[in-house]
Structure formats: C-alpha cells, structure tokens
Nanobody
Framework: QVQLVESGGGLVQPGGSLRLSCAAS????????LGWYRQAPGKQRELVAT???????TYANSVKGRFASSRDNAKNTLYLQMNSLKPEDTAVYYC??????????WGQGTQVTVSS
C-alpha cells in the first residue's frame, strides 16, 4: 500500500520559515517525479515545485527564491523548505508522486497558515 504523509505545517508569522516533509512508503521516491502543490480556500490547487527523478527542480514564479525542494533517498522523503513566508502562502500543501504513464499518488495535505 502506497502512502505519502505530509508533515511540518503550522502557523507562522510573515517572514518566517517552515519545512514540510513528505514521507513515502510503498514506493521508492527516486523512481518518481515528485511535486508540491497547494490549495488555498476558494482557489484551485496549484503547482508549487517539482523534483524530477534526476534531481532537477522547478518552482512556481510566486515562490522562486523563497522555497527550495530536496529529497533524501535514504529516508525516502521529499522536503519543501519555505522561507520569507507571506500571508498569500497560506494553503493546504500536498505532495504527489508520478510515474508514467498514469500512476499518481497524493498525500493527505498539511495546513500552512501565515498570519500575524
């Protein structure tokens, strides 16, 4: 059974930092393209960052220079380091793992709230 479990969310003041984790079981993350998405209330889910199985990362323009994704193969875990957080970063953050042609797994999400 495949599970992706996000953790590390919480309440943080503007300008603060959080590190999200996405721990995988049932798959080997280095064989998958991994992604971070977020969904704010009343908005569609949007892509935040991708981490390919070759280690290439891409980021949404809104988070470039503030967020960084990394992968620990030994722990089978994906991370998202979020710095200089803004109120507009408030959302539920999800990780996913994709493998062609059509396999995709999602985590349950972790809430990030940026507020003073």
């Amino acid at each position: 059974q495949v599970q992706l479990v996000e953790s590390g969310g919480g309440l943080v003041q503007p300008g603060g930092s959080l590190r999200l984790s996405c721990a995988a079981s049932g798959i080997i993350v280095s064989f998958y393209e991994l992604g971070w998405y977020r969904q704010a209330p009343g908005k569609q889910r949007e892509l935040v960052a991708t981490f390919t199985n070759s280690g290439t990362t891409t980021y949404a323009n809104s988070v470039k220079g503030r967020f960084a994704s990394s992968r620990d193969n030994a722990k089978n875990t994906l991370y998202l380091q979020m710095n200089s957080l803004k109120p507009e970063d408030t959302a539920v953050y999800y990780c996913n793992a994709k493998r062609l042609p059509s396999t995709i797994y999602w985590g349950q999400g972790t809430q990030v709230t940026v507020s003073s």
